[in-house]
């Protein structure tokens, strides 16, 4: 079993920076897919980034340049810089870990970006 707890959402300014951190407890995590996803009112919830056990990462194109993820396996934690954000980036975000068939989600973290 896998458990992940999300935090660094918050209310920023168009043009802003947070970084997201998700804190994953159980084994595994360094062979593990990390992936983060967002969900905004009234829409379907959206991949934004993933990073590979191995350290490969890939980006939702509507982020690319702006997002960087990465992981550090000592600490059991993915992050998501966010930099250059913008109102439409306003959503929660949700931690994901992939690993041998299984999926496993946080709870989430809000981030608002204001115009």
């Known amino acids: 079993q896998v458990q992940l707890v999300e935090s660094g959402g918050g209310l920023v300014q168009a043009g802003g920076s947070l970084r997201l951190s998700c804190a994953a407890s159980g084994s595994g995590f360094s062979i593990s897919a990390m992936a983060w996803y967002r969900q905004a009112p009234g829409k379907q919830r959206e991949f934004v980034a993933r990073?590979?056990?191995?350290?490969?990462?890939n980006y939702a194109d509507s982020v690319k340049g702006r997002f960087t993820i990465s992981r550090d396996n000592a600490k059991n934690t993915v992050y998501l810089q966010m930099n250059s954000l913008k109102p439409e980036d306003t959503a929660v975000y949700y931690c994901?870990?992939?690993?041998?068939?299984?999926?496993?989600w946080g709870q989430g973290t809000q981030v608002t970006v204001s115009s």
């Open positions: 990073i590979a056990s191995g350290g490969i990462t």
């Open positions: 994901n870990s992939a690993k041998q068939g299984y999926s496993y």
